[in-house]
């Protein structure tokens, strides 16, 4: 039990739903976004790499699906700052019995909601306002070589996106669709 956070869990094993639980008070409030000691059993031996920030701008776009093959496959922890997300996780772990499910939580400043993915997940989410803000605590340093992607509509995934997909970037557009040689990767 954290006085910081509620840690849940998903249908998805290993993915944790996170609850900020702010200190209010007449100036507004204060929020952990990350704790060692809290998070201890679903970081273990990991640490910290580095933290990211993005904005978002427009309303529908979608980044994603992306993740990082070992030996940099990555944990990272998910909360949207400003504005509101459609955050998706997708299990690709190889043997996994949720193979290829997904799982979303709307994530936003007011509901102090962030997902916790760990390694041989994809991750993506759409933007439900415009100007949305996400922080990313990462586990691993950025390796291109080692990015991969799943297009965000895989109809073999078929993520129930709430509004059309847009934005997408140049790299995101190219991921490939999924084919039966895909059994996931090593998590
Ligand atoms: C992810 C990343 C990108 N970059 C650079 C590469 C490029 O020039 C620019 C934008 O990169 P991308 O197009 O990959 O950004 P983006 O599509 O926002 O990538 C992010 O998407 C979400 C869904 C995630 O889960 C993140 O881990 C990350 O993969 O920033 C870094 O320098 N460091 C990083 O860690």
């Known amino acids: 039990m954290s006085e910081r956070f509620d840690i849940d869990e998903t249908p998805l094993s290993g993915l944790m739903l ?5 200190r209010r008070d007449e ?3 204060l929020e952990r976004i990350y704790d060692a000691h809290d998070f201890r059993e679903q ?9 990211n920030r993005t904005l978002t701008q427009e309303r529908g776009t979608v980044r994603g ?3 990082q093959l070992s030996p940099y496959a990555e944990l990272k922890l998910v909360s949207c700052l400003r504005g509101s997300v459609f955050d998706v996780a997708v299990d690709v772990r190889q043997g996994s019995p949720t193979f290829l499910h ?5 994530l936003s ?10 390694e041989g997940f994809a ?7 415009e100007n949305c803000e996400m922080l990313y605590v990462h586990t691993e340093t950025y390796e291109p070589s080692h990015e991969r992607g799943l297009h965000p509509e ?11 997909v847009t934005g997408l970037s140049p790299r995101d557009l190219a991921h490939p669709k999924l084919t039966d040689a895909f059994d996931g990767v090593k998590a």
């Open 18 to 22: 996170i609850r900020r639980k702010q």
């Open 27 to 29: 100036r507004g409030y």
């Open 43 to 51: 970081i273990g031996q990991r640490t910290i790499v580095q933290i």
């Open 65 to 67: 699906m992306h993740f």
């Open 102 to 106: 997904w799982y979303a939580a709307t």
């Open 109 to 118: 400043a007011e509901n102090g909601l962030a997902l916790l993915i760990p």
């Open 123 to 129: 991750h993506g989410f759409q933007t439900l306002v």
């Open 154 to 164: 895989d109809p073999r995934i078929g993520i129930n996106w709430p509004q059309p």
